[in-house]
């Protein structure tokens, strides 16, 4: 088990920027996969992007491909998610996951332990 808490979101304006983290508590943060996903309002969770134990592969959603950046230190036991060109349907609830495996996985069920989300506004 690995307990996450993520931080970093608020109020950003359309075209803004803003950056996500999550700090996993445990020794073993180096064996998971990590992710996030995100539920807009009224709308189920959704996948946004993933990264590999290694921080040599990710996967995005096409939905924030060439916007968003996932990275991870594993020496400080965080996951990044930088936001670029945000949108108002950028709108959400954040989540930080880490998956059972290594390699990064775009379902929710390839992951085990969730963070309690921190809320993403997109608005003028």
């Known amino acids: 088990q690995v307990q996450l808490v993520e931080s970093g979101g608020g109020l950003v304006q359309p075209g803004g920027s803003l950056r996500l983290w999550c700090t996993a508590s445990?020794?073993?943060?180096?064996?998971?996969?990590m992710g996030w996903f995100r539920q807009p309002p009224g709308k189920e969770r959704e996948f946004v992007a993933a990264?590999?134990?290694?921080?040599?592969?990710?996967s995005y959603a096409d939905s924030v491909k060439g916007r968003f950046t996932i990275s991870r230190d594993n020496a400080k036991n965080t996951v990044y998610l930088h936001m670029d060109s945000l949108k108002p349907d950028d709108t959400a609830v954040y989540y930080c996951a880490a998956a059972a495996g290594r390699l990064p996985a775009t379902a929710n069920d390839a992951y085990n332990n969730w963070g309690q989300g921190t809320q993403v506004t997109v608005s003028s």
């Open positions: 990264i590999s134990w290694s921080g040599s592969s990710t």
């Open positions: 445990g020794r073993t943060f180096i064996y998971y996969a």
